[in-house]
């Protein structure tokens, strides 16, 4: 390589490496190939030499040499020539002197990557905004520009939007930054999602709909020491679809005998006419339990003399293997009644899917009894003195969310069938609950989580104050029952006994 192709190979290459210029090896080749920029190289070198003939005396102060490159020119617009004068054969000296070529200063505009998190509506948004240069550099935010009102602002001495967003949708927000005293700007992206309550819609089943059953359902039992409440709704899945509650439940209280029946069903969902099923075994339940139950059953009354006594394990024996065939009974003329319905309307039984739990009580003195038959998910528990709990009976729970057992012949043929019943008597009960899992799976999560006696004391500080007015504790469940939980959308039904 000859001196002046590595003069300008060093011009170039110092060129690029301080103005950061991007170029690929193409680009590099053509620069080192360019004519004119190698007449300019030339006119460098004359310049020079020029310089270094003229005599330079003591008196004179020494100037610094500045070397620029002369303006860039589109070499494909134009055809450039030097002048004749410029053209000096070496030692001739210009008869007039010529105007310093200048460099135009070109200023690399810094990378910048700015980050936000998104933002949802109706919640509070805190999010830094942060600026990140490619040349490492800090960058001052000056401003940021909202191309609407969004609910959100930004706060200049946190660094931070802040707000409570109530629009949503992908909005493009300008963001105003300096370095070095100049400034730049940036379309940032601005994601903010939307409420997800605000997405469900509430249709209505269609007029002609067979079987159909109130979105909501509430009864009070409010008689001397004897409150009882029981709350159905529609869960947001079935406004959604514009079909029927699939829940139902059933509370009784009898004067004479003075025994509670409390009930609760929960259709399948993924059965036709599971409303109609849960419905059909809560109505046969119940009738039978209370034919049992009353005061003119004369084959209860010695297991009643027991169960007021409680101290003969024999007699505590007679007591729950009565009310295993009690509550075997009563679920096999429930189910004999789903199979009339299905057969009726010429469909698979299958068709009215529905779980059941019950529990019949009884007061004595300062003590509970209690018999509960558990066949399907929920759950069924007495609860205290303050942070006790005691669940009665064992949650059908499958492989997948939302697998459990339905009522039917396999179930009540199962070997295992007596498991299911539970009998108990306490001291210091406050409250005797039932619920299906539309409650129990967002209120307990897991099956661990229904033997968390805080996970209770919890649920009854949420509920108690429902239960503060007595007189009107059916309704205030029916509204404490409309609470939003993430992926909990079934109907929800609830009884307690207080």
Not at 40 to 67: C, G, M, S, V, Y
Not at 93 to 113: D, F, G, N, W, Y
Not at 231 to 250: I, K, L, P, V, W
Not at 251 to 266: F, K, P, Y
Request: proline share 5%.
């Amino acid at each position: 390589m000859n001196k002046k192709a590595l003069l300008t190979k060093l011009i170039i290459d110092d060129i690029l490496t301080q103005q950061r210029i991007p170029i690929d090896e193409e680009l590099v080749i053509a620069l080192y190939e360019d004519t004119e920029i190698a007449q300019h190289i030339d006119f460098i070198i004359d310049r020079i030499k020029a310089k270094t003939t003229e005599k330079i005396t003591t008196q004179d102060k020494a100037q610094p040499i500045l070397l620029l490159l002369p303006p860039a020119r589109d070499l494909a617009s134009e055809e450039t020539s030097l002048p004749e004068e410029s053209l000096l054969k070496p030692g001739q000296i210009p008869t007039h002197s010529s105007p310093m070529p200048t460099e135009k200063l070109i200023i690399q505009r810094p990378t910048a990557k700015i980050t936000l998190s998104n933002a949802k509506v109706g919640t509070a948004f805190n999010s830094t905004l942060n600026i990140e240069l490619d040349t490492l550099e800090i960058a001052e935010i000056e401003s940021v520009n909202f191309p609407e009102a969004l609910g959100i602002s930004f706060d200049p001495e946190s660094r931070c939007l802040v707000g409570m967003p109530t629009k949503s949708g992908n909005f493009t927000l300008v963001v105003h930054w300096s370095v070095n005293s100049t400034r730049y700007h940036n379309d940032v992206l601005l994601i903010i999602n939307p409420d997800p309550r605000s997405l469900w819609q509430i249709n209505e089943p269609p007029a002609d709909s067979p079987y159909p059953k109130a979105h909501i359902d509430s009864k009070l039992i409010l008689e001397e020491d004897i409150r009882i409440a029981g709350a159905s709704r529609r869960g947001r899945s079935h406004e959604h679809a514009g079909t029927f509650r699939d829940d139902d439940f059933y509370i009784h209280h009898n004067e004479q005998s003075q025994w509670n029946i409390l009930i609760v069903a929960d259709g399948a969902g993924s059965a036709r006419y599971s409303r109609e099923g849960s419905r059909i075994a809560i109505n046969t339940v119940s009738h039978y339990l209370k034919s049992q139950l009353s005061e003119g059953n004369e084959a209860f009354k010695p297991h009643l003399e027991a169960i007021h006594q409680w101290n003969d394990n024999n007699a505590i024996n007679k007591v729950g293997n009565f009310f295993a065939q009690l509550f075997r009974n009563a679920a096999q003329l429930a189910i004999n009644n789903l199979k009339n319905e299905a057969i009726h309307i010429n469909e698979p039984v299958k068709s009215f899917s529905t779980t059941l739990l019950a529990t019949v009580s009884l007061r004595i003195n300062d003590e509970l009894f209690a018999a509960s038959f558990w066949m399907g998910d929920g759950a069924i528990a007495a609860y205290g003195p303050a942070g006790k709990v005691r669940i009665l009976g064992i949650p059908d729970s499958g492989e997948y969310a939302g697998q459990t057992r339905f009522l039917d012949d396999s179930a009540l043929n199962d070997v295992e069938f007596n498991r299911r019943i539970i009998i108990g008597k306490w001291k210091e009960i406050s409250h005797l609950i039932l619920m299906t899992d539309g409650v129990s799976d967002p209120v307990f999560e897991t099956d661990n989580g229904l033997q968390d006696p805080n996970k209770w004391a919890a649920l009854i500080d949420e509920i108690s104050p429902c239960l503060a007015s007595p007189e009107n504790a059916d309704k205030a469940l029916t509204e404490w029952l409309n609470f939003f939980s993430a992926g909990n959308h079934d109907d929800r039904t609830l009884v307690v006994a207080w």
